[in-house]
């Protein structure tokens, strides 16, 4: 099956730094790549949609300053939350869509990346 | 935002029980998937059903869909106590569209 990696697993970072998460698809090439973020016990909210070769797509309120995604290749998205704070500290997760039957899609996800803001 | 609720939020039974947890959403969906999320870690991908089909079964795994009632369900037969984690529906519209996560169940099998 698609294989969808993310580097780092854990990263604990200051107060205004900034910080890139990576994701990437091992087996197959992506040419769209999702950005989830999910706080401890809930749901996962869609931060934006990433294509290869153009600007991202960001949902309602996700600020695309702060958030900056980069998807350089069919294989590789970056995230990089720029200025980070203690509330962005959040689980982060990709997913990579793979076409499946009858033009429905199916999501692969990443083992997700725990950012901690001290 | 999130398109579906579902429910119950939390679940708790003994190995061997079954398990079934229901999604309903809110606008109309190409396709409906089920993941499966043990704490700390990614998603897993476990069943897609179209909205031309009514079941569909994954080993312990079976899934129902009934678009007129805009509801799905998952049922987990025979527990195990590795069955643990939170799963999640998530619902697809047009070809290529994004995924619309609910909010989750979580399922805790006892030994």
């Known amino acids: 099956g698609a294989v969808v990696s993310q580097h780092p697993s854990r990263v604990i970072c200051k107060s205004g730094t900034s910080v890139k998460i990576e994701c990437r698809s091992l087996?197959?090439?992506?040419?769209?790549m999702f950005w989830y973020r999910q706080f401890p016990k809930q749901s996962l909210m869609l931060m934006a949609t990433s294509n290869e070769g153009s600007k991202a797509t960001y949902e309602q309120g996700v600020e695309k300053d702060k958030f900056l995604i980069n998807h350089a290749s069919l294989t590789l998205s970056t995230l990089t939350v720029t200025s980070a704070h203690p509330e962005d500290s959040s689980f982060y997760i990709c997913s990579a869509r793979v076409p499946g039957l009858a033009g429905s899609y199916e999501q692969y996800f990443g083992p997700g990346t725990r950012l901690t803001v001290t | 935002s999130q398109q579906g609720e579902e429910d119950p939020q939390a679940l708790s039974i003994q190995e061997g029980e079954n398990a079934t947890m229901n999604c309903s959403y809110k606008t109309s969906i190409n396709n409906l998937q089920w993941y499966r999320q043990n704490s700390g870690r990614g998603l897993v991908h476990l069943i897609l059903i179209r909205s031309n089909e009514r079941e569909k079964h994954s080993g312990r795994l079976r899934v129902t869909l009934d678009t007129s009632k805009k509801s799905s369900s998952l049922l987990i037969t025979a527990s195990r106590a590795a069955d643990t984690a939170s799963y999640f529906c998530a619902t697809g519209g047009a070809a290529g569209n994004k995924l619309t996560f609910g909010g989750g169940t979580r399922v805790l099998v006892k030994p």
């Open positions: 087996d197959f090439q992506a040419t769209t």
